[in-house]
């Protein structure tokens, strides 16, 4: 099997990361307490694990629930939650509310995002709404006596949609908003949104003095404690669910274990002068090449075959390289067919499959 993986790896799941620790932004006693904004999602709530098992404490936020309809018990019975996790009610719409989370915090990590693939509303709403969210927030970052750095996530999509054709992109690339606005593909104004956002988070940090770096991870695949399937997780396993013809959005994706993406997070959070991008995805494969690894370790999902998934001609995705991330000395724990026995053995322990 000819996987592109421009990354060497290892299968060793437990190196540590802590190369950077003593030099750390972080030197106070202990750990520190950091911010998470959006800690209900695939991400921040895995960024919050990670977090409490490495000996933080942390602040998140999440949207007003007036009806207590929501339950978030997936967060608050985390190991070490109930002596080291605090849950504010905050909303982009109004970036003051996140004040008080941000408060005391040695760092934050800006994962909350509006998410609005199907264009129910104007581009151009979208995307203020998202600035506006994010530079409230770093408005309040400004403001405090305690912060030394913000990490933003990004998406890989603010990085690939152009018209060139590179096969592989560093953080120099740009996805092209005009492009967006013209062809108006699947999710385009969240694409439009995430870049532009990242765009005016990176210039905030440069013209106000504030210490912001941006990690962009691309399509994150593995095991959630969130309670519903993550939309990453479920669109790269179509054939497992059973919806291919609606769920094929490329012949080849770029993928990356939320486990590597939390641990980035906190890797940029650590280390004592990251600058800049950094993009986040070691593994770039086609669906047949994932059915492959999947059917060899799981025959008993007899994966249909489709002449829409078998041999695709989708977008060809490029390789969002992750050399700089590498070089800074960040290393990535999972192997591709890890990454995919993490997921599938999650989604089967939670009813799912």
Same mark, same amino acid.
């Given at each position: 099997?000819? %996987? ?33 904004? &959006? ?11 990670? @977090? ?10 999440? +949207? ?5 309809? +929501? /339950? ?18 905050? /909303? ?26 199907? =264009? ?13 969210? !994010?530079? &409230?927030? $770093? ?9 030394? +750095? ?8 603010? =990085? ?6 590179? /096969?592989?992109?560093?953080?120099? #690339?740009?996805?092209? =908003?005009? $492009? ?6 699947? !999710? ?12 005016? =988070? $990176? ?6 003095? @504030? ?23 479920? !669109? ?22 939320? /486990?590597?993406?939390?641990? !980035? ?32 370790? #799981?025959?008993?999902?007899? %994966?249909?075959?489709?002449?829409? @998934?078998?041999?695709?001609? &989708? ?9 700089? %991330? ?7 724990? #999972? ?19």
């Amino acid at each position: 099997m000819n %996987i592109n993986i421009h990354t060497k790896l290892t299968n060793t799941k437990h190196k540590s990361e802590k190369t950077f620790c003593k030099k750390s932004v972080i030197m106070a006693e202990g750990k520190g307490r950091v911010c998470v904004t &959006g800690g209900t999602g695939f991400i921040g709530s895995w960024i919050i694990k990670t @977090l409490l098992e490495d000996g933080y404490t942390v602040n998140t936020t999440v +949207r007003a629930d007036p009806g207590k309809k +929501r /339950d978030i018990s997936f967060l608050t019975n985390l190991p070490g939650a109930s002596e080291k996790l605090k849950i504010f009610t905050a /909303d982009l719409s109004k970036p003051e509310s996140f004040n008080e989370a941000i408060e005391g915090c040695v760092g934050i990590f800006h994962t909350a995002t509006p998410m609005d693939f199907t =264009v129910s509303e104007p581009e151009e709403i979208v995307t203020e709404r998202t600035i506006d969210g !994010a530079l &409230g927030i $770093l408005k309040a970052c400004k403001n405090s006596k305690t912060l030394k +750095r913000v990490v933003y996530t990004s998406s890989g999509s603010a =990085v690939y949609y152009q018209e060139k054709e590179d /096969d592989v992109m560093d953080e120099s #690339y740009w996805s092209d =908003v005009n $492009l967006l606005r013209k062809l108006k593909p699947f !999710a385009w104004s969240y694409v439009a949104s995430k870049t532009l956002a990242e765009k005016a =988070v $990176l210039e905030y940090g440069k013209e106000n003095g @504030l210490d912001i770096v941006t990690l962009i991870p691309s399509f994150v695949v593995g095991p959630f404690v969130c309670p519903k399937i993550p939309g990453s997780v479920y !669109a790269s396993l179509p054939f497992i669910f059973g919806d291919i013809e609606k769920k094929l959005m490329a012949s080849r994706m770029h993928m990356v274990h939320v /486990d590597d993406v939390a641990r !980035a997070h906190i890797f940029l959070l650590e280390h004592p002068n990251p600058k800049g991008r950094f993009n986040c995805s070691p593994f770039i494969a086609t669906y047949d090449e994932i059915i492959d690894i999947i059917s060899s370790k #799981y025959p008993e999902f007899q %994966i249909p075959k489709s002449k829409v @998934l078998m041999g695709a001609k &989708g977008p060809m995705l490029p390789h969002l390289t992750s050399k700089k %991330i590498m070089d800074a000395g960040f290393e990535f724990k #999972y192997s591709i067919e890890e990454m995919f026995e993490d997921t599938i053995e999650c989604c089967k322990g939670k009813g799912f499959l």
